[in-house]
């Protein structure tokens, strides 16, 4: 049995859903300037334990406050950003030493779309050095610490955005994901992170716009609130090439309408793609037990996906040699002993390596294509392992199977990466430690709207939102 939920003694704006905020940010009868000052004191409470955002902007969040227009999208909602995103004026150091002190001149062009659409930019959150890594920590700021038990990690790459939003720093938290950078910090801190289909809200490597297997995506408490961010990050950029229109009927308003029977496949392992623990395969059954009946069947079911870990290695590691192998030696010394592998695992991919992953990433999302025509969504973990401690950087072993780097735990993430589907972490409640749970549930192709509806109503069933807590402070 899970130990009571924590209590949340923040300033009572903080605990309102995005979604309610800003309907009383529309009416007036809250102004952005009186969010800004919530959010910082939530901040100055939460951050000494948690660590979550890093780089506070307070000036110039104040100042952005002060002309917000209150008939836009987000209407003056305070939001964070991740710190492998630039921020015009503010400290952008993407973890990694060599760029502690880098002020961009620019932001990306996603901040300057949510700042035009409204949200007010309250700082950075913390990310794991070059987002490389399922646990936040880096030699800049240090490491982010779970909410729900401050002795265990909050995931990662998106680490300091979920923390910060289980906490109630903010209402919204811009995110990131290659290998499950959004959704395993979102099952752990018990918060939802949806990885959109490439194209829907920006995103990737700079140097890397036509790859699409990194995007940018929204964190929120609760399915709507990351529909409703989704909106606010959607549509068509020049900057970003294979962005396409926000859709007629907006996400947040498909959201909201009735699910209708739901086809839910649910494959406790993909079909032994990797190891889950008996803790973590029980839970999860448990959650599919819940959900199983009254329009939603749950069927066990699992796509074959053969060749999936080798093709993902394949393609990030080229992607990760071709971005960073120009990075100056006077950065890249400092580069953390993985991330240095990861490059140098790129540098020595073959031509017919790189060519069979093509082939091979092809014939998997046919596979999935097919397989999503008989079920709305597939069910399945976000990782076979819950919560670590703040200190391991990744598991040495999972159900008794080795783990040969800090890839091998994140393999759930893959298949959603490589086929270019909306993948969402939803929480399904807490372990025995009182940690969340995050059930990853894998939509059609471009079907983020079904999905996010879909996601919603088994939100409902579940009993609903889990956030925002005060961080459980525990000591080793």
């Known amino acids: 049995m899970a130990p009571a939920k924590p209590a949340f003694t923040g300033p009572d704006l903080c605990a309102l859903s995005a979604r309610e905020v800003i309907a009383l940010l529309q009416k007036r009868a809250v102004s952005a300037p009186e969010l800004v000052e919530a959010s910082l004191a939530r901040q100055a409470r939460t951050s000494p334990v948690i660590n979550a955002m890093v780089t506070p902007c307070a000036d110039r969040a104040r100042s952005a406050a002060r002309n917000v227009r209150t008939d836009s999208a987000l209407a003056g909602l305070p939001i964070g950003i991740k710190d492998l995103t630039p921020v015009q004026g503010v400290r952008s150091t993407y973890g990694t030493p060599a760029l502690s002190d880098f002020i961009p001149e620019a932001s990306d062009p ?3 779309r949510l700042e035009r659409r409204g949200g007010i930019v309250m700082g950075k959150t913390n990310t794991p050095e070059m987002g490389a890594g399922g646990n936040t920590f880096n030699a800049v700021f240090g490491p982010t610490r ?10 990662g790459s998106s680490g300091g955005a979920a923390a910060g939003l289980a906490a109630g720093e903010v209402w919204l938290s811009q995110g990131s994901d ?3 950078s959004l959704r395993t910090p979102a099952s752990f801190c018990g918060i939802v992170g949806l990885r959109p289909s490439p194209g829907v809200a920006g995103g990737g490597h700079p140097l890397m716009g036509f790859d699409t297997t990194p995007v940018e995506g929204p964190m929120a408490r609760n399915v709507a609130d990351c529909a409703l961010f989704l909106d606010a990050m959607a549509g068509f950029h020049s900057a970003w090439p294979g962005s396409f229109p926000a859709p007629e009927t907006s996400y947040l308003a498909t959201c909201l309408q009735d699910a209708g029977p739901v086809r839910v496949a649910f ?4 079909g032994g793609l990797g190891p889950v623990t008996p803790e973590m395969q029980a839970h999860l059954r448990g959650a599919m037990d819940r959900l199983n009946g009254n329009g939603i069947d749950v069927e066990d079911a699992a796509p074959r996906l053969d060749g999936v870990d080798q093709c993902f290695r394949h393609l990030r590691a080229f992607a990760m040699w071709t971005a960073y192998r120009h990075a100056p030696k006077a950065m890249t010394d400092h580069y953390k002993p993985t991330l240095r592998q990861n490059i140098e695992d790129g540098r020595a991919i073959t031509l ?3 060519g069979d992953a093509q082939v091979t990433r092809a014939r998997l999302y046919d596979t999935m294509r097919q397989f999503l025509e008989t079920f709305d969504v597939i069910a399945c973990p976000v990782t076979g392992i819950g919560a670590l401690p703040v200190e391991v ?6 159900a008794g199977v080795a783990s040969h780097d800090y890839l091998d735990w994140l393999r759930f993430a893959f298949p959603a990466t490589l086929c270019g589907l909306p993948a969402l972490s939803l929480p399904v409640g807490r372990d025995p430690r009182g940690i969340p749970v995050g059930l990853q549930l894998i939509g059609q192709p471009r079907g983020e709207a079904r999905l996010l509806q879909i996601a919603r109503t088994l939100e409902e069933r579940l009993g609903g939102p889990m956030t925002p807590i005060d ?4 000591h080793t």
């Open 110 to 112: 996603l901040v300057t």
């Open 146 to 155: 779970n909410p729900w038990d401050t002795r265990m990690n909050a995931g």
């Open 178 to 180: 290659l290998g499950g």
């Open 267 to 270: 494959a406790p392992d993909l």
């Open 352 to 354: 017919d390596q790189l």
């Open 393 to 398: 950087e990744y598991p040495t072993e999972i």
């Open 471 to 474: 961080p459980v402070i525990r």
